[in-house]
């Protein structure tokens, strides 16, 4: 194979790289524009359902709350530090998050 015919395979490579480059960017645009219109989708929440979320969502916290002090009522650690191991005595991290 002479120089000119090498020049010309790695021209056509290189075109067919571009042409698959622009594909590329194609899809991609596609893609960002799919993703903007859920993103809005998703942000279309009417106030009754905004006051149900955020009801539910303090409903969940109480739960969550009354739950931990149960545990540790029941001498177990709620602490991040030793989470679920049985308590014996006082645990500072444990009242710390408690009085949060």
Same mark, same amino acid.
């Given at each position: 194979? #002479?120089?000119?015919?090498?020049?010309?395979?790695?021209?056509?490579?290189?075109?067919?790289?571009?042409?698959?480059?622009?594909? /590329?960017?194609?899809?991609?645009?596609?893609?960002?524009?799919? #993703?903007? *219109?859920?993103?809005?989708?998703?942000?279309? /929440?009417?106030?009754?359902?905004?006051?149900?979320?955020?009801?539910?969502?303090?409903?969940?916290?109480?739960?969550? *709350?009354? #739950?931990?002090?149960?545990?540790?009522?029941?001498?177990?650690?709620?602490?991040?530090?030793?989470?679920?191991?049985? *308590?014996?005595?006082?645990?500072?991290?444990?009242?710390?998050?408690?009085?949060?």
């Amino acid at each position: 194979m #002479n120089l000119s015919e090498r020049l010309d395979h790695i021209e056509k490579g290189q075109r067919a790289l571009q042409e698959e480059i622009q594909q /590329v960017r194609r899809e991609a645009g596609l893609l960002e524009e799919e #993703n903007q *219109r859920l993103r809005r989708q998703l942000c279309q /929440v009417g106030d009754g359902d905004y006051q149900q979320v955020t009801a539910n969502g303090v409903r969940i916290q109480q739960t969550a *709350r009354e #739950n931990l002090e149960k545990l540790y009522l029941e001498d177990f650690h709620i602490c991040h530090l030793f989470f679920g191991q049985e *308590r014996k005595g006082e645990c500072l991290f444990c009242r710390g998050f408690l009085e949060k």
